[in-house]
C-alpha cells in the first residue's frame, strides 16, 4: 500500500508559529511505525513560511511575497531539520524534494520527479515534498499544499491520499459556527460537495476547505480514494491502515 500523508501548518505549529513540539513528535512516532509496517509513505508537508515567520519572530503570517519567500527559505531548513531528528530516532531517513507547477507539467521535469520518488520508496527512503516556495508563491505557483499533495499522489500512482486537517473532516455545515453541524463520512462523488467548503482556513496555513475539495475531484478522478481527518490525532492513522471508518472517505472513481 502507497499513501501520500499531508501535513498542514496549523498541525505542525503553534499559532505563533513555534513548533508544536507534542504534535510533531507522535507523527513522526506513528508514520516511523506505519512504514515499519511496510506501507510506503510520501509526506507532502507545509510550514516552511509558518516556522520561518516564527524564527525570524515576525509574528504573524508574512503577507509580502519576499518576506514569505524569505520566511520559507529559513523555514524549509527548520522543517528538514526536525523531521530528520524525530524520523531519525526509528531510524527513517528523509529526503527533501522541493516542487512547482512547473515541474509537473514539463514532461521531462515530471518523469525525472515521478523517477526520483520511486527509486526514493525502493531505497526505502521517506520522501518529505513541498513547494519551493522561494521561487513559487500561491500568486504564481501551486500556492496550495492539499492541490500539491493531489499532484503528488497522482504522480506516484498512490492507493490513498490521506489530508491532515484540523477538524475530523468535511461537514454538513461550518462546525466552528453550527452547533448542528454532522461529519460526513463518505462522498460518493467529490464534484457534489463544492457548496460545504465554506471558508475554514485556520491561523498560519493556506488551504481551507475548498482547497481539500479541489484535491479530492483531482484524486478520485486518477481512480485514488482520500480522506480528510484531524491531524491533532495521529492515531488515526492507524484506523485508516486497518481500514476503520475515519474521518471523511472520498471514493474514488
Ligand atoms: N508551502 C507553504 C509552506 O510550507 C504552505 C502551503 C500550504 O499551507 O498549503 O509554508
New binding site residues.
Given amino acids: 500500500m502507497r499513501i501520500v500523508i499531508k501535513i ?2 496549523s498541525t505542525l505549529a503553534h499559532k505563533t508559529g513555534k513548533l508544536n513540539i507534542r504534535a510533531f513528535e507522535e507523527l513522526t512516532k506513528v508514520i516511523s511505525n506505519l512504514k515499519n509496517s511496510g506501507i510506503e509513505v510520501i509526506l507532502v508537508s ?5 516556522m520561518g515567520a516564527g524564527k525570524l519572530g515576525l509574528g504573524a503570517k508574512p503577507e509580502d511575497i519576499p518576506t514569505k519567500q524569505a520566511a ?1 527559505a529559513v ?2 531548513s527548520e522543517l528538514m531539520y526536525m523531521y530528520d531528528k524525530y524520523f531519525g530516532e526509528y531510524h527513517h531517513t528523509v529526503a527533501q524534494m522541493l516542487l512547482t507547477a512547473n515541474d509537473f507539467e514539463d514532461e521531462v521535469k515530471h518523469k525525472n520527479l515521478t523517477n526520483t520518488l520511486a527509486r526514493l520508496l525502493q531505497l526505502q527512503a521517506l520522501p518529505i515534498i ?2 519551493n ?1 522561494t521561487v513559487s508563491t500561491a500568486e504564481l505557483g501551486i500556492g ?3 492541490t500539491l499533495s493531489a499532484l503528488v499522489a497522482i504522480s506516484a500512482k498512490a492507493d490513498l491520499l490521506i489530508i491532515l486537517s484540523d477538524i475530523e473532516g468535511l461537514y454538513t455545515a461550518d462546525p466552528h459556527k453550527n452547533s448542528e453541524a454532522k461529519l460526513i463520512s463518505v462522498v460518493e462523488n467529490a464534484d457534489e460537495v463544492a457548496s460545504l467548503a465554506g471558508d475554514t482556513s485556520s491561523g498560519l ?3 481551507g476547505m475548498l482547497t481539500k475539495l479541489q484535491a479530492a475531484k483531482l484524486v478520485t478522478a486518477a481512480g485514488i480514494d482520500m480522506i480528510i481527518t484531524n491531524g491533532g490525532k495521529p492515531d488515526l492513522l492507524y484506523d485508516i491502515a486497518e481500514g476503520k471508518p475515519t474521518g471523511t472517505k472520498f471514493l474514488r472513481k
Fill in positions: 498542514g501548518t507545509s510550514g516552511a513560511i509558518g520559507a523555514g524549509q513541498n513547494e516556495d496550495d499544499n492539499d496555513g493556506t488551504g
